[in-house]
């Protein structure tokens, strides 16, 4: 006497999604070859998992949107990213699997006071080089940096405070056009002042941003943001950073 | 060995997939893969490294998702009464809808469980073992919905109407 096989609902759908062993698949084969109605219900979960492939793997091969890699190559307490990334969601990077060569891995969600302070430590050592067009060409600098900034800007007046313009440089930020001024005071002591598009409605208060003894001052009227970076003792800087700002105002 | 942040963007594509297949709004679904990986970076210290990272990350893209339900249904009690989560789609389904046709249009008619159920089965290719990690419940529990879900599925898609579904016992 043949002993009839068991054959359960949850095997069927084993069967279905491949989860049974070789044994089992040939066990349900062979009741299924019996229970033609059955094997037509089990031909329209298998077409429903197809149906589901075609609608959504394509997605598998979709570049990944920046904010995620962001979210996990530099994240940031609270999360929040800076418009610019938000407008660049537009471009997106394909997930290669190495997280190394994320072109801009940091750069993208960084304030303009880590950008500044980042730039700061970077050219303030430079002997030979700390600017790339002198004070003694100050317009020339500044008609320069205006043209490539799509806006008019000066460099500050800070003799007042003991500082004397050095000269500047173009700096690319986000892929746009940023200036840097630096000054120098009699000891040596250097400040840079850090600017780049990025207006916003009306004026904020300055904030605050320090890496170690390097300290910032940040800011943003209606066209620029702008950063004021030294070695300096917060209220001193706080005291130049008013003063640039009302420099910049006249 | 791949690094930590390797790992988990090798996720990200098969986190999204499943997401815009639940949710069928592709913004919405997005979203909440993003909420997901910042929890999943605050949490990193937690995942056992000889585990599934898949599994890890699903578990949590799950957890966020009924979360999120919760808090619409209960805004959706406030404006009117009735709304039973289990067995209704969430309202923010409907707009921004993928164009899939039928198969689309019937997995939104199932219950939440069943739908993630049968995603998670038949698209993302999970075992039943780990799909009842993920959802948290028991594997008969998952083998029940994935029943009644395909079942329903294949109703609708075939007549347009929802009727009594096989129970899980032993066929003759």
Not at chain 1, 134 to 144: R, S
């Amino acid at each position: 006497m043949t002993k009839t096989p068991t054959v359960t609902e949850s095997d069927l759908h084993a069967y279905v999604d491949g989860a049974l062993d070789d044994a089992g698949m040939t066990r349900v084969a062979d009741w299924l070859a019996a229970h033609p109605d059955v094997a037509k219900r089990l031909g329209a979960y298998e077409a429903q998992n197809g149906a589901l492939h075609a609608a959504y793997d394509s997605i598998l091969d979709e570049p990944v949107p920046v904010e995620m890699v962001n979210a996990v190559t530099a994240p940031k307490a609270g999360g929040a990213l800076l418009s610019w990334a938000r407008i660049a969601a537009g471009i997106v990077l394909l997930a290669i699997g190495a997280a190394a060569g994320w072109g801009l891995r940091g750069g993208d969600s960084q304030t303009i006071a880590e950008v500044a302070l980042g730039a700061h430590a970077v050219y303030v050592s430079e002997i030979k080089h700390p600017v790339e067009v002198g004070a003694d060409q100050e317009k020339h600098l500044v008609a320069w940096l205006s043209n490539r900034l799509g806006h008019p800007i000066q460099a500050p007046a800070l003799g007042k405070a003991g500082y004397q313009l050095i000269g500047g440089r173009l700096l690319p930020d986000r892929g746009r056009p940023a200036a840097l001024f630096m000054y120098q005071d009699e000891a040596g002591n250097r400040l840079t002042l850090y600017v780049r598009r990025d207006g916003g409605e009306g004026t904020t208060a300055f904030r605050f941003a320090s890496d170690d003894e390097t300290r910032a001052f940040y800011w943003i009227d209606e066209t620029f943001a702008y950063a004021l970076t030294g070695t300096l003792p917060r209220a001193e800087l706080l005291a130049l950073a008013n003063l640039v700002y009302r420099d910049l105002g006249r | 060995m791949p690094d930590r942040n390797s790992q988990i963007i090798e996720q990200i594509p098969h986190l999204r997939r499943y997401a815009i297949a639940l949710l069928r709004d592709k913004a919405a679904a997005d979203d909440l893969v993003q909420d997901c990986l910042a929890r999943a970076l605050g949490r990193f210290h937690l995942w056992r490294p000889k585990s599934s990272l898949r599994a890890w990350l699903f578990t949590m893209l799950h957890n966020l998702y009924v979360n999120r339900l919760r808090d619409q249904a209960r805004t959706a009690e406030t404006l009117r009464h009735g709304i039973d989560p289990e067995t209704h789609p969430s309202p923010a389904n409907q707009e921004a809808r993928l164009a899939l046709g039928d198969l689309s249009a019937a997995l939104a008619r199932l219950s939440h469980e069943q739908r993630s159920t049968i995603l998670l089965v038949g698209l993302e290719g999970l075992t039943y073992a780990e799909v009842a990690a993920i959802t948290g419940v028991p594997v008969g529990t998952v083998m029940s919905r994935l029943a009644r879900g395909r079942e329903t599925l294949r109703r609708l898609m075939e007549t347009g109407e929802t009727t009594e579904t096989p129970s899980l016992r032993s066929i003759k």
